[in-house]
């Protein structure tokens, strides 16, 4: 790679599974992590591992920003002044406008990306990372105000890389894509978990079956990670929130009111969305 | 097996793989099914495979109903005229209220047991079938007014030889634990499929990844089967509907005025809910 030295801040299960795709590639790998349970496997991993920004950044060629997004913006405003050189940076946070605003005010010596790899899985922590996460999936890019050509390349030898596949988005695209394809599935799942919840029974757990886990599965993500995604994506959310309002009023009317032959007509619509957004996928 | 003489009605993901599973043990096994599609399977398997009721009932000791609950309804108003004798009558619908109703309407000369086995997928179809399907889940099994011990012995001793875990309930329970576990998150996952489809373009599939296609796998479950499922549960999931909708208004207005830390709060006891119902469906 062109991109020889590289400093990593957060190895949870996103920047672990990058630390480990990369590691052979690199020069020199820094993980900047603030978690002491961490500390040790970045150690093992990385030629440097530190609780302290400066120290990781310091005469790396990129720096790539794997916390959570509201962490994601407070290091973008520290790294002007520990970086007065400048250098390239890019990011796997999940929400991507207010991050690209944050990185279209960094000095024009700085070079940046917003990146969204879009896979993942429920259970946080490098714990549960693994180099081959990303290979096949989606790898998002926005560009911004600071989107010089040398990130560009960066960015795109890295998902080569990684075996992902790039897809230019604009921040706020991608914002609206997400409300409906993770961050509304995300509620929807915590919404099904809550109502069983409050009428749980352990019996009630022993007659779930596998339709309940996998509805119920994205209610056990990480609610830190998910908390900054919903305040950084609270229009776009709500937005989405309205459309399933609406969705769910219109099968209660069904349910009340609509003929067998209007439900059974929404039953076998469903059905077929479902089998296109399958088909769809498989082609990708 | 005490009961030797099998007839299951209805070849499809539940009726082929019980009937997989308990043909090394049975010295007559019959099908009934009218899918011409499915007849040369149905001939391989049985003994005897015909799309003709009283023909596959015929001197069998126990008839076990695996097809759509209103399917069930129907073919339990047909024993009496074809089986003067009787016999012993299992099901395996999804919803039992109904079909313990009906049950217990037959003549004293038959023994009836309501059954549901809790396991699935969301592929119907004796293709999709596999002997192991039902080893390690639960079996419910609803008692009504002709539930003799002799069809609970003859019940309690199939699911032994398919390696489920027996669990009894009223009927009427069971309807509304189904609702909460499986009628209700079908829905949700329906109604996220019909939010995103609506706003669809390949390219909202193409950033979808592991946690839609989760969310959203019930959608893809048979129409048919649902219908059935939903006419006759239709009280229970309402309930269940209006208890979800106050979920999804708490959401949304913890997003429009709740505090960071209140949002953080109802994450955060999401995911203990969650943690919860994993820990306990762990030990089951």
Redesign the interface.
């Known amino acids: 790679m062109n991109v020889e030295r590289v400093c990593i801040v957060g190895l949870g299960l996103m920047g672990g599974s990058l630390a480990l795709a990369l590691r052979p590639s690199l020069t020199h790998l820094a993980i900047v992590d603030n978690n002491p349970k961490t500390l040790p496997a970045a150690h093992e991993l990385a030629d440097l591992a530190t609780a302290d920004l400066a120290e990781g950044v310091k005469d790396v060629d990129l720096v790539i920003l794997a916390t959570p997004v509201r962490a994601i913006l407070k290091l973008l405003a520290q790294l002007p002044a520990i970086r007065p050189d400048g250098c390239l940076v890019m990011d796997l946070g999940s929400t991507k406008a207010e991050i690209c605003r944050a990185m279209a005010q960094l000095p024009p010596v700085f070079a940046a990306i917003g990146g969204h790899p879009?896979?993942?899985?429920?259970m946080a922590g490098f714990a549960n990372a693994e180099p081959g996460l990303f290979a096949g999936?989606?790898f998002?890019l926005c560009e911004n105000g600071r989107t010089a050509p040398r990130i560009k390349t960066a960015a795109h030898e890295i998902i080569r890389q990684i075996g992902a596949n790039p897809?230019e988005?604009p921040p706020q695209t991608?914002d609206e894509?997400?409300a409906?394809?993770?961050h509304?599935?995300?509620?929807?799942?915590?919404?099904?978990?809550?109502?069983?919840?409050?009428?749980?029974s352990?019996?009630?757990?022993?007659?779930?079956?596998?339709?309940?886990?996998?509805?119920?599965?994205?209610?056990?993500?990480?609610?830190?990670m998910?908390?900054d995604i919903?305040?950084t994506n609270?229009t776009a959310?709500?937005d989405?929130?309205d459309?399933?309002?609406?969705?769910?009023i219109k099968?209660?009317q069904l349910?009340?009111w609509g003929s067998?032959a209007e439900?059974?007509d929404w039953?076998?619509?469903?059905?077929r969305?479902?089998?296109?957004?399958?088909n769809?996928?498989r082609k990708?």
Not at 207 to 224: H, N, Y
Not at 243 to 248: D, E, F, V, Y
Not at 273 to 278: A, C, F, G, L, V
Request: charged share 15%; with cysteine.
């Open positions: 879009m896979c993942g899985k429920e999936e989606t998002v897809l988005l991608h894509m997400v409906a394809i993770s509304l599935p995300y509620l929807v799942s915590a919404a099904l978990m809550q109502t069983a919840a409050a009428q749980g352990d019996r009630l757990w022993q007659v779930s079956a596998s339709g309940f886990r996998d509805t119920t599965r994205l209610a056990g993500s990480d609610p830190q998910l908390l919903l305040l609270r959310v709500i989405q929130i459309k399933l309002q609406g969705q769910i099968i209660k349910l009340l067998d439900l059974g039953l076998a619509e469903t059905w969305q479902h089998k296109n957004y399958q769809v996928k990708i």
